[in-house]
């Protein structure tokens, strides 16, 4: 799906969100793998799951052309710096709901850019009649949870010692949703 870019004044940063584009592709494969190794909140360490250009040629190509998927990037002086996915799936038991993902870039933090890319998919989920938004957090990325609890989501549950980082130390994942109204 392709969706009308958005832009927004922050801090001094001024940032456009819009559907990602095929011509991302090659900035989006290197984006990931510096985000992943930015922070631990991300599912995966830096390098991991390794998504060449075709492949996000390929997302985005399937994202745009299907109404269940969502492909928003964020753009400051012309340079991607975060990006979102929703995806939703065709099996009539979840096609009531997406699951949502993000991230940015850690220099933009503070800028509301992850919070513009969550809101930007709240609203396609809710124009396009999803009853629901689903995503998985970090237990300890709180802002994150914060964020998303002031945007209407709620803690479904919590998958204790879900993940092991490069620490040796267990964290659990929360799982979060958003009902439409």
Known sequence: MIVEQQHYHVKGVTYTIRSAEENDAD???ALRVQLDGETEN???????AYIDAAG???S???DTEKSRNLFLVAVVEGEI???SRCAGTELKRFNHKVEFGVCVAKE???YGIGKSLLAESVQWADRSGFEKITLNVLDKN???IELYQKSGFVIEGILKRDRRHADGKHYDTVVMGRFKD
Do not use: P
């Open 27 to 29: 900035t989006l494969s």
């Open 42 to 48: 991300m599912d995966r360490e830096e390098g991991e």
């Open 56 to 58: 996000f040629v390929h």
């Open 60 to 62: 985005i190509h399937s």
């Open 81 to 83: 710096v975060g990006y």
């Open 108 to 110: 933009f933090w503070g």
């Open 142 to 144: 709180e802002k994150a």
